[in-house]
T-cell receptor
Framework: SQKIEQNSEALNIQEGKTATLTCNYT??????LQWYRQDPGRGPVFLLL?????KEKRKERLKVTFDTTLKQSLFHITASQPADSATYLC??????????????FGQGTTLQVKP | KAGVTQTPRYLIKTRGQQVTLSCSPI?????VSWYQQTPGQGLQFLFE???????NKGNFPGRFSGRQFSNSRSEMNVSTLELGDSALYLC??????????????FGNGTRLTVT
């Protein structure tokens, strides 16, 4: 079955540094991969989506890469701020060629940015 | 546009009881997905409804069921509650269904505690 692995250990970095989070997956080749942010007690919020034919996607201080050979996505936050502290989840589209609504999530990595 | 609304926000039930959770999607969204989130298992996919039909189902026992109404609002029901059902239940909507290039829009969840 599909397995999605994110670093379960919290990532602690200093303000201003670049945070890099990893998402690895097995047994499937998704056409799309999504990243979400979740704050305590709230639902996840969509951040970025990357397609299998895109190597890299950027949005402001966020950058996502997608390596279908390595079956890995990296999520970068540059010039990190304490407000970036949250849990970040990657999600894979399991619906194949049609949008049949099956998005599977990793366990998430908690990022703590210290001032 | 109003976001995804889930009610109630908190719920305390006793083992053996049943519970119904409600979700109102973003206006115009026809797909509603349900997830269970626990510290140990992360976000687990329950099921997805589109135009009142269940299109996808996760690996949960039959005690977990759902339905969607013609106005796209959805309910989730858990019967014969067990202690292990204590979790944050999240509902998410999307225009046509998650997956592909369509992200999910989550509510802030219903926190269910089973005693």
């Amino acid at each position: 079955s599909q397995k999605i692995e994110q670093n379960s250990e919290a990532l602690n970095i200093q303000e201003g540094k670049t945070a890099t989070l990893t998402c690895n997956y097995t047994n499937y080749s998704p056409a799309y991969l999504q990243w979400y942010r979740q704050d305590p007690g709230r639902g996840p919020v969509f951040l970025l989506l990357i397609r299998e034919n895109e190597k890299e996607k950027r949005k402001e201080r966020l950058k996502v890469t997608f390596d279908t050979t390595l079956k890995q996505s990296l999520f970068h936050i540059t010039a990190s701020q304490p407000a970036d502290s949250a849990t970040y989840l990657c999600a894979l589209d399991m619906s194949g060629s049609s949008n049949t609504g099956k998005l599977i999530f990793g366990q998430g990595t908690t990022l703590q940015v210290k001032p | 546009k109003a976001g995804v609304t889930q009610t109630p926000r908190y719920l305390i039930k006793t083992r053996g009881q049943q519970v119904t959770l409600s979700c109102s999607p973003i206006s115009g969204h026809r797909s509603v997905s349900w997830y269970q989130q626990t510290p140990g298992q992360g976000l687990q996919f329950l099921f997805e409804y589109f135009s009142e039909t269940q299109r996808n189902k996760g690996n949960f026992p039959g005690r977990f069921s759902g339905r969607q109404f013609s106005n796209s609002r959805s309910e989730m029901n858990v019967s014969t509650l067990e202690l292990g059902d204590s979790a944050l239940y999240l509902c998410a909507s999307s225009p046509q269904g998650a997956g592909g290039d369509s992200p999910l829009h989550f509510g802030n969840g219903t926190r269910l505690t089973v005693t």
